[in-house]
């Protein structure tokens, strides 16, 4: 069935550092992928859409692209801030568009 | 902007006790979602409803039940708390794949 795999448990950065997080993805369909950012305390909250249409997402100063040939899709933002402090959610829609498959989360600290 | 809330917030209970989370949601989406989370896990599907009435089994269903009264409201019942149960539970809607989620219920079971 389809699936996705996060592998960073948990990264560490300096404020202004460059942030690049990876997941991979199993699926027999076109994908249609998505990063969720999570603030403590909250919900989940869609942060950018990927598809094979656009190859490519970009809000809020992060980009998301992804990589058919390694069936890896990347989140990457230039400079990061503290407030950027989160965990970072992949998801596969799986084939019959219905619902989607959560990665196990990556979670950033940002130090100052 | 789409709303989601959930009720209670947290919820302490007895193992062997029955509990009811709350969702509802107000953007007339279809498609409603349960999710628990759990640390080294990641979010999983429990149960999920695309309209009133209807059910779909996810991933994670053993010792939840779950039911849509209308669009807007649907419901996860655990009529035989566990300990395993005690996690972080979410609830989303979706339109067009993009999904909108509450703020979650803290569930303990002792």
């Known amino acids: 069935g389809d699936s996705v795999t996060q592998k960073q448990g948990q990264v560490t950065l300096s404020e202004d550092d460059f942030l690049f997080i990876n997941c991979t993805y199993s699926?027999?369909?076109?994908?249609?992928l998505f990063w969720y950012v999570q603030y403590p305390g909250q919900g989940p909250q869609l942060l950018l859409k990927?598809?094979?249409?656009?190859n490519k997402g970009i809000s809020r100063g992060f980009e998301a692209t992804y990589d058919k040939g390694t069936t890896s899709f990347h989140l990457q933002k230039a400079s990061v801030q503290e407030s950027d402090s989160a965990v970072y959610f992949c998801?596969?829609?799986?084939?019959?568009?219905?619902?989607?498959?959560f990665g196990t989360g990556t979670k950033l600290q940002v130090v100052p | 902007e789409a709303a989601v809330t959930q009720s209670p917030r947290n919820k302490v209970t007895v193992t062997g006790g029955n509990v009811t989370l709350s969702c509802r949601q107000t953007?007339?989406?279809?498609?409603m979602y349960w999710y628990r989370q759990d640390t080294g896990h990641g979010l999983r599907l429990i149960h999920y409803?695309?309209?009133?009435?209807?059910?779909q089994i996810g991933d994670v269903p053993d010792g939840y039940k779950a039911t849509r009264t209308t669009q807007e409201d649907f419901f996860l019942l655990l009529e035989l708390a566990s300990p395993s149960q005690t996690s972080l539970y979410f609830c989303?809607?979706?339109?067009?794949?993009?999904?909108?989620f509450g703020p979650g219920t803290r569930l303990t079971v002792l």
């Open positions: 989303a809607s979706s339109r067009g794949g993009e999904q909108y």
């Open positions: 699926t027999t369909t076109y994908p249609t």
């Open positions: 990927v598809t094979t249409a656009n």
């Open positions: 998801a596969l829609v799986d084939g019959s568009g219905t619902y989607q498959r």
């Open positions: 953007n007339s989406h279809n498609y």
């Open positions: 409803s695309y309209g009133a009435g209807n059910l």
